[in-house]
Structure formats: structure tokens, C-alpha cells
Nanobody
Framework: QVQLVESGGGLVQAGGSLRLSCAASGRTFSMYAMAWFRQAPGKEREFVAVVNWSGGVKLYTDSVKGRFTISRDNAKNTAYLQMYSLKPEDTAVYYC???????????????WGQGTQVTVSS
């Protein structure tokens, strides 16, 4: 099990950027795939991006390709989501999650952070 704490959310204008961080506790961080999901009001939690244990394989949902970059630093037990060219439709609570394999399925992740709010104004 790993404990996760997100930070870096906030209010930004459309076209702006933010970098989210996900700090993990425990010595087994490098064993997990790390993912970001988001949930807008009244909507289901949706996949955003995932990176494998080494950082060498990354997957993105189509709507963020070319705008978001997921990365990780295993020495710092931290995963990141760099977001550029933000749009109002990116507004949501963003959650990081740790799982055993690379997946875009929310049910494949057993450890979650508390979430951080991202609000993009038009």
C-alpha cells in the first residue's frame, strides 16, 4: 500500500498552465504504475494519463494529448502532471493513483490521493 498526496491545483485562465505533483510514501513507489484521473461535477471519474514504473511508457487520453505530460521521479517518490494550454473543460478534481500495471481503468487502482482542484476560467 502507498499513501498519496496531490498538490499544485488552482485557478488559471484558459491557455494557462499548471503542474500537479503527487507525493508518495513508502519505499515501493518505483514498483507502481502512476496515473492521473479527473472528475468533474456530475460526471464519472475519467482517465487522464499513466506512466509505468520506469517512466519509459506513457499513455494519455485523447483530449489531453499534446497538452499534458506525465512524468515521475522515483528518487523523490513523486509523480507529476504538467498541463499546458488549459481549457475550461479541463476543470475537475484531479486524483493520482498507484496500481500494479499500466491501465486506463479506474478499477485497476487501489491507492488514491485526496484530489486537488483545477479550475480553468474562460
Amino acid at each position: 500500500q502507498v499513501q498519496l498526496v496531490e498538490s499544485g491545483g488552482g485557478l488559471v485562465q484558459a491557455g494557462g498552465s499548471l503542474r500537479l505533483s503527487c507525493a508518495a510514501s513508502g519505499r515501493t513507489f518505483s514498483m507502481y504504475a502512476m496515473a492521473w484521473f479527473r472528475q468533474a461535477p456530475g460526471k464519472e471519474r475519467e482517465f487522464v494519463a499513466v506512466v509505468n514504473w520506469s517512466g519509459g511508457v506513457k499513455l494519455y487520453t485523447d483530449s489531453v494529448k499534446g497538452r499534458f505530460t506525465i512524468s515521475r521521479d522515483n528518487a523523490k517518490n513523486t509523480a507529476y502532471l504538467q498541463m499546458y494550454s488549459l481549457k475550461p473543460e479541463d476543470t475537475a478534481v484531479y486524483y493520482c493513483a498507484a496500481g500494479p500495471t499500466l491501465s486506463d481503468n479506474v478499477h485497476r487502482y487501489g491507492d488514491w490521493g485526496q484530489g486537488t482542484q483545477v479550475t480553468v476560467s474562460s
